[in-house]
């Protein structure tokens, strides 16, 4: 497992990969624009091939793109579906130029509307975001389960997957919180043990890529996105050394978004606090205590 943290890209890409290694990361998330604009960002190319010199060496060994929060596949508005799909492969031709593990994409909201109609719209976009870029994998990141979000469980992400043509590009970004709030009791190494088995039969767990590992401000089933830091949620110190230690994630990165300890963007302390609850769930795992 990658231990990391989503970082800032101001100053550019060189300066993100500085960020991650000064909290000690070794997965960096960064976003493909300004989150909350739909100006894409330019960027230059030598700051590209700075970076991409960075992470041939460095202590950084993956990075993630997150998407704009403005985009929403599921739109029935013409113009929002259309800035949705340029933002969207704005992403993917930058995960294409820094050899990204992928973009996280939250999949979209039907907004009242028809579900049905709703996959369908947000399938069109992704088939043809996907083919707009060579190589980059889309990731749909689940939900927290709020208003009428599509991805709250396996088998509407399974469905996303499906109406997005199956692609092997496609793949999934688990987020512990989103998962807790949307109502997966992950609490625990078996109840989490007992979800991945889900996701393996429904999913398939080989389109996992990457998992977000934040704590939840909120309670089981709360349906509710508020991000805590490590330990200090619902999950707390258990059910976080649970998902950091689950041996289907193995590999992958795990990205803290924060906010953490500070208030603020994820810091050393956090990833130091990443890597012992993990020291934790393994050794927890290794003795087989809380098994049944
Ligand atoms: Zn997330
Ligand atoms: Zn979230």
Redesign the pocket.
């Known amino acids: 497992m990658l231990i990391g943290g989503h970082v800032s890209t101001a100053g550019g890409l060189v300066n993100a990969h500085a960020r991650g290694v000064e909290i000690g990361a070794e997965a960096i998330q960064v976003f493909s624009q300004n989150p909350r604009q739909w100006r894409p960002t330019n960027w230059k190319p030598d700051d590209v091939a700075g970076f991409n010199g960075l992470m041939g060496s460095g202590p950084v060994e993956a990075v993630v793109i997150h998407a704009v929060y403005l985009t929403n596949c599921a739109s029935r508005d013409k113009e929002i579906a259309r800035k949705s799909l340029a933002s969207l492969v704005h992403a993917l031709r930058l995960g294409d130029a820094i050899g990204a593990v992928g973009v996280v994409l939250h999949p979209g909201s039907s907004l009242g509307g028809q579900k049905a109609a709703a996959l369908k719209r947000v399938g069109k976009i992704l088939r043809e975001g996907l083919a707009e870029a060579e190589r980059c994998p889309l990731l749909l990141e689940d939900t927290?389960g709020a208003g009428d979000t599509l991805g709250r469980s396996f088998e509407e992400l399974a469905k996303l997957v499906e109406v997005a043509g199956g692609d092997e590009r496609l793949g999934l970004c688990l987020?512990c919180?989103?998962m807790l709030a949307s109502g997966f009791d992950i609490r625990t190494e078996e109840g989490l043990s007992r979800v991945m088995d889900d996701c393996d039969e429904i999913v398939g767990s080989d389109r996992l890529r990457c998992v977000?590992v934040?704590d939840s401000m909120t309670p089981l089933g709360s349906n509710r996105?508020r991000?805590a830091p490590l330990g200090e949620g619902e999950l707390g110190d258990a059910g976080c050394a649970a998902f950091l230690s689950e041996p289907r994630f193995e590999g992958l990165p795990a990205i803290f978004?924060g906010p953490g300890f500070a208030g603020k963007a994820p810091a050393k302390e956090d990833m130091k606090k990443a890597r012992q609850l993990r020291r934790r769930g393994l050794r927890s795992r290794e003795r087989g205590v809380s098994r049944p």
Do not use: G, V
Request: proline share 0%; net charge negative; hydrophobic share 10%.
């Open positions: 927290a987020d919180c989103h977000h934040n996105d991000h978004e």
